[in-house]
């Protein structure tokens, strides 16, 4: 997911599927403008308003709003360097109660530093489903991680979660705030399975690879050859081992 | 070529194969130095009279057959290919026992195969090698790994003595990959690669085994500590710089 500046100064857009019209237009649903990309040289060339086909309904957008603004909130104090909007993706046309609707949340945080020789990024999709006739909203949510190190060498972390959760469908301020703790308290929860993954590696997952030490805790005895042969042979004679 | 090399070091690991064949067929006049410099998942066979697993690569090949160290004819056969001398073929049988219960101490399973052959100057090389499968369905004795596997190439060139004392300069190049999957954390993955060099001198009272058994077992031991602490920890360190654990956060606001 990548996030390119608007001419004019007015802010940023990020490209995603969610907010895709064309091959090269992206809309940026809180400024309602479209985005004409150059993706091979990744700039964005010109910036129109969208129309108001492209955009939702107004009974669409007061929870489309409400929810950005609580985002908004939650990135800025969770992510660093976050970018995020909120997309409608289904059912733009809705004009009121008796209909469902989707929205889409997307969460984008990266670094690049390869002169640390140093890249990684964070990108979430919270996919909404406002199911009128339940009066439930249902939380998908999509998280993908990636980092990679290649100071003389060449290391890749690629991690990826999904998860379910649901709410009741209330107000839109009240749906955005419920949807925001659902999604703060997933992907918190998260971030430290992947803590808890990485402290694992030394002593656990990475011993299904290869050990620190054997098994006896000492080093290979290589200069004791008599050693090897009887150990082979019992070890043959016994039958141990794979 | 330093480009192509330069390319290779940021490619994710996993589409190593692909990236390799790709510029294999734009740089078709640099496909010598490129097979010989970029690292390749060690591929195996079973040598038919032994009925054992040997690792292939470049120093057992010739055109295309490749020979087994466990019964030291090529697969398949070939009417004249390169053999260790009488004296170095016995040093490398005994060098691929040893070494097989090396690998089954720190590997608890595995497959490994050494391969010598004498070089110009009167020395020798000799090139030592280890594939482990890791995952739950291979060799992974505690079921943590979806999928797993780690690749080592030793390659010791030793000198000829010198008034007792030989010396030997090692490279180690270790590919890796380890992927866990389950329903509470989803999917972590873990590759990667890394290369380092040591050159050591050593009397010979001791055996050339000895001594070449000794660097490896230090660079192994080198090398899978620093993947897990420095490597990988620096990948940790990015994720936790994209999003800070909350208790830090928790730390930056005033009174919420």
């Given at each position: 997911m990548i996030c390119l500046e608007i001419p004019g100064g007015v802010g940023d857009v990020l490209i995603t599927s969610s907010g895709e019209?064309?091959?090269?237009e992206y809309l940026d649903p809180r400024t309602a403008q479209v985005a004409i990309i150059d993706h091979v040289k990744q700039v964005c060339t010109e910036v129109r308003p969208a129309t108001d086909e492209e955009l939702p309904s107004p009974y669409v957008e007061e929870f489309r709003c409400a929810l950005d603004a609580e985002i908004i909130k939650y990135v800025d104090e969770a992510y660093p360097k976050g970018i995020c909007s909120v997309y409608?993706?289904?059912?733009?046309?809705?004009?009121?109660?008796g209909f469902d609707f989707e929205l889409a949340v997307v969460i984008s945080a990266a670094r690049h530093s390869p002169q640390n020789f140093c890249n990684g990024s964070w990108r979430s999709v919270w996919n909404v489903e406002f199911k009128d006739d339940l009066q439930m909203l249902e939380v998908r949510g999509k998280l993908q991680v990636g980092a990679h190190y290649f100071e003389e060498g060449n290391v890749q972390l690629d991690a990826s979660h999904e998860c379910k959760d649901s709410t009741f469908f209330q107000s839109p301020e009240d749906s955005a705030i419920s949807i925001c703790n659902i999604i703060r308290h997933h992907e918190t929860e998260y971030l430290t399975s992947l803590q808890v993954s990485y402290s694992n590696?030394?002593?656990?997952?990475f011993k299904d690879l290869r050990?620190?030490?054997?098994v006896t805790r000492t080093?290979?005895?290589?200069?004791?050859t008599m050693q090897f042969s009887l150990t082979r042979d019992i070890t043959k004679e016994l039958g141990i081992g794979k | 070529m330093e480009a192509a090399m330069g390319l290779m070091r940021r490619i994710h690991p996993k589409h190593a194969e692909t990236a390799l064949s790709a510029l294999l067929s734009l740089l078709p006049e640099h496909s010598t130095d490129l097979l010989s410099q970029v690292d390749q998942p060690l591929q195996v066979l079973c040598d038919?009279?032994?009925?054992k697993e040997f690792i292939l690569c470049e120093y057992n090949r010739d055109a295309d057959s490749y020979r087994s160290?466990?019964?030291?004819?090529y697969h398949p056969p070939l009417e004249d290919g390169p053999y260790p001398s009488p004296e170095l073929r016995k040093l490398e049988i005994e060098a691929n026992d040893v070494f097989a219960i090396y690998r089954d101490q720190y590997y608890e399973g595995g497959i490994s195969s050494v391969y010598m052959w004498e070089d110009e100057n009167g020395g020798f090389v000799a090139c030592f090698l280890i594939k482990k499968d890791g995952s739950k369905s291979g060799h992974?004795?505690?079921?943590?790994?979806?999928e797993g596997a780690w690749d080592a190439i030793h390659v010791i060139e030793v000198e000829p003595e010198e008034e007792g004392t030989a010396r030997y300069c090692l490279t180690s190049t270790i590919m890796l990959s380890l992927t866990t999957d389950d329903k509470s954390s989803g999917r972590f993955s873990l590759s990667g690669s890394i290369r380092r060099q040591m050159n050591m001198d050593f009397s010979v009272a001791d055996g050339h085994l000895c001594n070449m058994g000794r660097m490896i077992e230090e660079m192994e031991s080198k090398l899978r500590n620093s993947l897990d602490q420095v490597y990988f920890g620096k990948t940790k360190e990015m994720v936790c710089t994209l999003r800070p654990p909350s208790e830090v956060i928790q730390m930056r606001l005033p009174d919420s």
């Open positions: 019209l064309s091959e090269t409608c993706i289904g059912g733009k046309d809705v004009e009121g109660p590696l030394p002593d656990t997952t050990r620190k030490l054997p080093l290979f005895p290589w200069h004791n | 038919i009279d032994s009925g160290p466990w019964s030291n004819k992974g004795r505690r079921g943590y790994l979806q």
